[in-house]
């Protein structure tokens, strides 16, 4: 196993553990380990790349290991605001389903292109996607925001969201 692959493997080990800590209340922990997979999502690609350890298991499992991480993390944010009563900032239904929605097509339609031996190619804009993301995740665990700021936050990143899957769909054709 390569120290990129470790850093994936890592991020999809850590996520229950950040899922949890949000869940618990304690965001300071959440925040720090949320903070380290941010990290090592930069790190894995930048690793691989610049010691020429891309592969077929990490093309795969990068993107995977991302979208494991913000489904679970938005998932308990969207909780936290329809089951629990507390005065917790949490994503709006709407903003969560175009965001997770926009994941999971570009999930089936990454693989759609892979029958047909045609790579996704992807682009600064849906990485810059995952940046804003990881962005306001943090926003909202260190800054403790009000719900309207997190409703803009997060309203903002599902906009721009789903211009980038319309962006991939666009740029891959059919």
């Known amino acids: 196993m390569s120290i990129a692959d470790f850093f994936t493997f890592s991020r999809i080990l850590v996520t229950p553990f950040v899922i949890y800590f949000i ?10 380990l ?4 941010s990290i090592s999502d930069i790190l894995d690609g930048y690793l691989a790349r610049k010691y020429d350890l891309v592969n077929e298991r990490g093309n ?4 995977l290991a991302d979208k494991i991480l913000m489904t679970g993390v938005l998932t308990v944010l969207l ?9 917790f900032p949490s994503i709006a239904p709407w903003a969560y389903s175009i965001i997770i929605g926009r994941d999971v097509l570009i999930t089936f339609y990454r693989q759609y ?11 600064k804009y849906g990485k810059f996607k995952t940046v804003f993301q990881h962005l306001a995740v943090i926003f909202i665990l260190v800054a403790s925001p009000t719900q309207e700021l997190v409703d803009l936050v997060m309203g903002l990143n ?3 969201a789903g211009a980038t899957g319309m962006h991939y769909v666009v740029k891959n054709g059919f």
């Open 23 to 32: 869940f618990i209340h304690n965001f300071f922990i959440a925040s720090i």
């Open 34 to 37: 949320f903070i380290y997979c």
């Open 60 to 63: 795969f499992l990068d993107p």
């Open 79 to 87: 909780y936290q605001g329809l089951v629990r009563s507390e005065d």
């Open 113 to 123: 292109l892979r029958n047909k031996n045609q790579p996704l190619v992807t682009s």
């Open 158 to 160: 599902a906009v721009y």
